[in-house]
């Protein structure tokens, strides 16, 4: 390829996770903050766990399962909120520097994609409300090969969809972990770390650690 292919985490990255119940703050009450957090830990832990144990579930049936379990933790949350928070979790708010710099690598030459956990029609559902579709070439989810990230085979969807070598991608998420899996792979790594989080497994570095998105220009 004459430029890398940039791919992008979908949730943590793009899409701001917590939105959904921010949109909803005040229905949710004091333990709204509490309650998005144990929502994505528990939505992340499941697969995580399901896929150690050779198991499979679609992620919108995980993230509903995560939300169950975060609702039983927090009583004090009205349950009947529930189909609410699933609504607003398919159409999550996107960054506001995701649709500027997806738009600017279009314009470098650069191919575009988005490589998810999420579900197909999770990931339709989000890219349409933000209106990213026209300046992605793809959007691949881990549901083609029924295992979730960090597993190979994830990232194994990007090199086979574009024809190309792990050396001609930059993959970027915030998820520190994703980045870990996705430089064992061999992809270029850019880790977004939006909220100044310690950093982990320091014998598998990022190539390169930046605030926000927009610093991804300087790689081009």
């Not at 995980?62 to 379990?69: G, H, P, S, V």
């Not at 996107?94 to 994609?113: C, N, Q, S």
């Not at 520190?176 to 014998?203: C, H, Q, S």
Request: hydrophobic fraction near 45%.
């Amino acid at each position: 390829m004459p430029s890398p292919a940039f791919v992008f985490d979908a949730y943590g990255t793009l899409f701001d996770v917590h939105a959904a119940i921010g949109r909803h703050r005040a229905a949710v009450g004091p333990d709204a903050d509490r309650m998005s957090e144990l929502w994505r830990t528990k939505q992340l832990e499941y697969t995580w766990t399901l896929t150690l144990a050779g198991r499979y579930e679609k992620f919108s049936i995980l993230t509903e399962r995560a939300l169950d379990f975060a609702l039983a933790r927090f009583p004090a949350v009205d349950g009947g909120l529930k189909p609410t928070l699933m609504d607003a979790y398919r159409t999550l708010d996107a960054y506001a520097d995701a649709g500027t710099i997806l738009r600017a690598l279009k314009t470098r030459g650069h191919k575009t994609a988005i490589l998810s956990n999420g579900s197909p029609d999770m990931l339709t559902a989000a890219v349409a409300a933000a209106g990213l579709g026209r300046d992605l070439d793809a959007v691949l989810s881990v549901d083609a090969v029924r295992v979730y990230k960090p597993r190979t085979e994830v990232y194994r969807l990007v090199t086979d969809h574009f024809d190309v070598a792990p050396g001609d991608v930059v993959f970027v998420s915030s998820n520190r972990w994703d980045v870990m899996g996705a430089t064992v792979f061999g992809f270029r790594t850019a880790w977004i770390n939006r909220g100044k989080m310690p950093d982990e497994y320091a014998d598998l570095a990022p190539a390169t650690v930046l605030s926000d998105l927009g610093g991804l220009i300087s790689l081009t």
